[in-house]
């Protein structure tokens, strides 16, 4: 089995690995770099037509370079592929080609040579995986993005305590590794008793700014919304996502104290490109600005910034507040100032509640221990240097560095 790590082993994002046993091949992830430029290049794969592409879960820096990776099986979680077949009409990006085997955990796929075992995992993707896979006599084992604080943390806790054995080489990524405050994360718990603190002494609408894939969040804000009284208002793209999950205990835009709210924005959208039995899937709970406007202190809406005018005009923003419940280095881009020079004219507080999609230093130390793998490779990470003090084990390789396992 020999190994390329194309883009991931020494910077977060952008994870791209290359995996060949005798005439076969294997892609694992093929993401956007987190800084992307409009000069996108998809990597330069040593077997132009590989056996398939392997999804570790639905987030751009680990997909998105599919529309310009060569046709193969695309290998992902069924609920995953659904989320972004859901999120594909809202966004403005290639057409993606999801075909191809779903991936169930712990059931082992056997394909041109190769054998892949997923493990769900905790992370702030839905339907997100770890990977085993097999070739030749070997057992390399990919974390893909991983933590062990989230709502489905007794996954990883499993995984830990039943670890698949005799790995050869682990890829494990590092997000938070020298990372001050990512080092004590907060639990999702924690992160709704927050939400539900600041819904409670806010007396106008709570914005929060949160990813609507970020399943995990949702049913936190929703459940801070049951305990302080609020209706949870999503748009018509974050009601497409819940109900892409499959999962009838997430919410969803029929469910009590859910309420479907489309900006002016999203109401073109749905004219123009005919999206009316999608809007009629989510209508039960319908409402319009106007009635946000007659009681704010009552809804806690989940903000895009496509709200901002809507807002304004209906007069909905008196004693409102803005919660930012996304990674921090998201508040210094451009699309974020504007929306902090819109707070700021209306005199909103900002508040911070989040908490990170990946595993701290300690967590990921148990996880290496648990595998002991023979050696650990760092990837998704911008400090690769300093695994010596996660693992006794660790070779570093470089980008484009062919290696044999």
Known sequence: MKV????????????CVEIIAGDHSIVVDAGLPLTVSTDIRPPALKCTSPSGIVISHPHADHFGLLPWMPAAPILMGSAARRILQAAAP???????????????????????????TPYLVDHSAYDAYALLIEAEGRRLF????????GRKRQLVESLIAHPPDQIDVLLLEGTTIGRVSECDPKSEDVIEDELTR?????????????????????????????????????????????AATGNHLIPQSDWEGVALCLPQQQRVQVKNHGWFEMLKRHSRNRIYAQAIAENPGSYTLLFRNTWMHDLEREHCLTGACMIHSQWAGYLKEARFREVNTWLQSHGIRLHQIHTSGHANFADLKNLAEALNPSVLVPIHSDVPEMYSALYSKVVQRADGEWWEV
């Open 4 to 15: 390329c790590i194309h883009r991931g082993a020494n910077e977060v994002g952008g994870s």
């Open 90 to 116: 809202f966004m403005r990006q290639p057409e993606l080609k999801l075909d191809g085997p779903d991936l169930v955990d712990r059931q082992t796929i056997t394909f041109g040579g190769f054998q892949v």
């Open 198 to 242: 600041t819904f409670r002494t806010t007396p106008g609408l709570s914005m929060v700014h949160a990813s609507a894939q970020n399943v995990d969040r949702i049913v936190s804000i929703f459940r801070a919304c049951k305990k302080s009284k609020r209706t949870l208002v999503i748009d018509l793209y974050a009601a497409e996502i819940l």
């Open 142 to 149: 990919y974390s893909g993005d991983i933590r062990k604080h």
